[in-house]
C-alpha cells in the first residue's frame, strides 16, 4: 500500500496528515534558508577581531550556536529530502 518506513498498515489514522508538496518544498526551502542564514552570520562574526577575552569568549559561544543551529536546520532539510520530497514524487509519477 505504502512503501514509507515510518508508515505501517498498523498506523493509526490519528497520526497521518495530508500535506500539499508545495507546501512541504516551501518548509524545506525556509529550512534551507536558515541553514544558510546562520552559517553566514557564523562566519562574519570571524570578522570581528578583539583583544578583550570576554567578548572573544562571546564570539566564540555565538558562533558555536549558530553554527550548531545551522547543522540541525542541515538535518532536517535533508530529513525533507529523504523521507517527505521522494514519496511526493513517487506519487506523483503513479498519477
Do not use: W
Amino acid at each position: 500500500m505504502n512503501n514509507h518506513p515510518s508508515i505501517s498498515i498498523d498506523t493509526p489514522a490519528s497520526r497521518l496528515v495530508t500535506v500539499d508538496s508545495l507546501y512541504l518544498r516551501l518548509m524545506n526551502d525556509r529550512v534551507q534558508d536558515i541553514y544558510i542564514n546562520t552559517d553566514h552570520l557564523a562566519t562574519a562574526l570571524d570578522a570581528i577581531n578583539t583583544k578583550d577575552d570576554v567578548s572573544q569568549g562571546v564570539l566564540v559561544a555565538v558562533k558555536a550556536a549558530l553554527y550548531a543551529n545551522s547543522e540541525l536546520a542541515g538535518i532536517v532539510s535533508e530529513m525533507f529530502c529523504e523521507h517527505a520530497l521522494p514519496y511526493q514524487a513517487e506519487a506523483t509519477d503513479h498519477e
